[in-house]
């Protein structure tokens, strides 16, 4: 079974902060994407990547930024906290480019900024 | 453009009862289609997809979707519902012009009475 792991389940951080969520993911899958889910708004793309070192804006990249340094890890960076922020936030994979791949989720790091 | 479209926001059904949840779609491509589940605090476990094979695509848990290209549809159904069947579903269409996106529906949140 694909696992993906978020380093965090639950994450408080002050305005201000540079905050950086890590995602693994351990089936040698291409493309690696960041979601936030917000109440009423669904899952929204914020970055995604499909290869090292490759990275492209989803819906909502203002804010955030992204690394991928190794095919099998990918960062979320918040550059500095703002308390709109505060969310749940999603890592997922998935096999390779192509429409019939579905995505693989992690349990999600719900992220507070005071 | 690709859209999903979840008709209920909320479902509720007694135990033992068939589970009905309604989902449109519109895309230019020949779609690849998904349902998601998701628990509290849990992230998104894929239950099915579809990817232009058999029409009734079965899942797991007992779930089970029908591709109905004439009404544009990919409603999910079960015959008994289940306590543990109490989540949020998600109806997905992939983005099959490059890169696996996914596009979302708001979610139906399920409710299982006993």
């Known amino acids: 079974d694909v696992k993906v792991t978020q380093s965090s389940r639950y994450l408080v951080k002050r305005t201000g902060e540079k905050v950086f969520l890590e995602c693994v993911q351990d089936m040698d899958h291409e493309n690696m994407f960041w979601y936030r889910q917000d109440p009423g708004l669904g899952l929204r793309l914020i970055y995604f990547?499909?290869?090292?070192?490759?990275?492209e804006k989803g819906d909502i990249p203002e804010g955030y930024s992204v690394s991928r340094e190794k095919k099998e890890r990918f960062s979320l960076i918040l550059e500095s906290a703002s308390t709109n922020q505060t969310s749940m936030y999603l890592c997922?994979?998935?096999?390779?480019?192509?429409?019939?791949?579905?995505?693989?989720f992690g349990d999600g790091t719900r992220l507070s900024i005071l | 453009a690709q859209s999903v479209t979840q008709l209920d926001s909320h479902v509720s059904v007694s135990e033992g009862t068939p589970v009905l949840l309604r989902c449109n779609y519109s895309s230019s491509y020949s779609p690849s289609l998904f349902w998601y589940v998701q628990h509290p605090n849990k992230g998104l476990q894929l239950l099915l997809k579809?990817?232009?094979?058999?029409?009734l695509v079965k899942g797991i848990n007992g779930f089970e979707a029908e591709f109905k290209k004439s009404e544009t549809s990919f409603h999910l159904t079960k015959p008994s519902a289940h306590m543990s069947d109490a989540a949020e579903y998600f109806c997905?269409?992939?983005?099959?012009?490059?890169?696996?996106?996914?596009?979302f529906g708001a979610g139906t949140r399920l409710a299982v009475h006993p």
């Open positions: 997905v269409v992939s983005n099959s012009g490059g890169y696996n996106k996914l596009i």
């Open positions: 579809y990817t232009s094979a058999a029409t």
């Open positions: 990547s499909y290869d090292v070192k490759m990275k």
């Open positions: 997922a994979s998935s096999l390779r480019v192509g429409g019939n791949q579905p995505q693989h």
